[in-house]
């Protein structure tokens, strides 16, 4: 996935959590927060970090959505985010334990299982992509991106049949996308993977 694909995702998932989130600072906490302005809330640090992320400042990203983590601890939204981040860094183990936290809190929620899925097929854990993929299309079978994550994943464990079905299911719903219909163009060539 090209980052400004990624980076839309991520927006998109600032913007649903943005004055969704203003817990209390404790006592203990505050030294984490001192160089944010007084009264700052969570939702305007997880902001920051959005932001960061969107100007593609990943390691200072990082850094406010920890504070934000600090201030409230359940925020899955900015787990996720950072997931995203330390994907970027490159840093999986770091991006799988905040997908697995932001799972933990949320598992209702399609986007942690799709970026876990992301970062399992990086480090090529695809049997654990295609389940979260599974299970991401299972709570929103109407997200595409799931799609294609699996499809590439299929494509690397070798199924092209499968992997053909689940790129043409994504074209469905995103026609126009250049990738995916080379990507497509390759696996009916009989070319494999990415």
Same mark, same amino acid.
């Given at each position: 996935m090209k980052w400004p694909r990624l980076v839309l995702l991520i927006t998109l998932a600032c913007l649903l959590g943005i004055g =969704?989130?203003?817990p209390v600072v404790h006592a203990e906490d505050k030294s984490t927060v001192e160089r944010y302005k007084p009264g700052l809330g969570v939702s305007s640090v997880f902001t920051q970090g959005c932001k960061k992320f969107e100007s593609h400042d990943f390691e200072d990203a990082v850094h406010d959505l920890s504070t934000a983590i600090k201030m409230d601890p359940k925020f899955a939204r900015a787990y996720y985010v950072r997931a995203c981040c /330390? #994907? =970027? &860094?490159? %840093?999986?183990q770091g991006a &799988? +334990? %905040?997908c697995n936290t932001a799972i933990s809190l949320e598992p209702s929620g399609p986007i942690f299982y799709f970026e876990r899925a992301v970062t399992e097929s990086r480090i090529n854990q695809l049997d654990d992509c295609i389940k979260d993929c599974d299970t991401a299309l299972r709570l929103a079978p109407t997200f595409p991106e799931s799609y294609?994550? /699996? +499809? #590439?994943a299929k494509s690397k464990k070798g199924d092209r049949d499968g992997a053909l079905r689940d790129c043409e299911t994504y074209l469905r719903a995103k026609p126009d996308n250049e990738q995916a219909l080379k990507f497509k163009t390759r696996l009916l060539s009989g070319g494999w993977g990415l």
């Open positions: =969704l989130f203003e /330390r #994907h =970027l &860094l490159k %840093d999986y &799988l +334990a %905040d294609i994550c /699996r +499809a #590439h």
